[in-house]
């Protein structure tokens, strides 16, 4: 590193990085934030399109003074591995199936690090990592939980958005996670999304989680939290001035799907 480099982990707040360390695992960049070695549940975060680990440093502080540690990673091609392919549309279905062939080789190593129960582990992630997140349990997995944002599983809409649209009809049915619901673990879900979102469109999120309520003999445990109009950019980008509350109801959900008895982190 150059005398005088700053790096992202730098710009994060002094009491986020004194709980925190950056590990590559398995070959993947991560923010890694716990209290401790104790075992504890955690929250597997994954950010969107030109974006990378360290956004959104609240929702991390938020977990981890409830309890709820955090392993966050850089995309393929963003953050600590960045390259001009982030910004090409054509190459976003390439990093999700990348990213999602990786969690399990980044949980792998992330069980000898301490502090991450293996057992308790929720996955998340803001548009392209909620995409992720959502193409991944599609295949056998251990998560107990799923955080949605800006994202969700009817892909047959993002013909019409910013992600997915240079891809035919037949190419985008073959990896719909609306096609594969018979592979979907039934699990707790809460989504959030902009009724008006520029990027990606609100049924993206709204058809998928009716479908999973459909499925599901827990419905009550599958839900939609839908903004009219938060101020947030093209309003997508985080949920503007409804972002603390977001991630207030993410940790409670957390709280209680991963553990019915966590207390505040001492």
Known sequence: MMCGMTTRFDTLPSRLRNVSIEKELAGVPCLLVRMDEKPRPFLFWMHGRTADKELDPGRYLRCVRRGINVCAVDLPDHGQRFTDCQHHKENILGIIQQMSAEIQPVLDELEMQGGFDLNRAAIGGMSAGGLTSVYHLCSPH????????????????????????????????????????????????????NKHDVRVPFETTYDFIGALKDKSPNPEDIELVAFERSGAPNEHMGFGRESAFVKEVQVEFLAKHLSPHMELAS
Do not use: Q
Request: aromatic share 8%.
């Open 142 to 193: 251990n998560f107990k939980a799923v955080i949605l944002e800006a994202s969700g599983g009817e892909w047959i809409h993002l013909r019409n958005s910013d992600l997915l649209p240079h891809l035919t009809l037949e190419e985008l049915e073959v990896v719909n996670p609306m096609n594969h619901l018979t592979s979907w673990k039934d699990v707790p879900v809460i989504a959030f999304h």
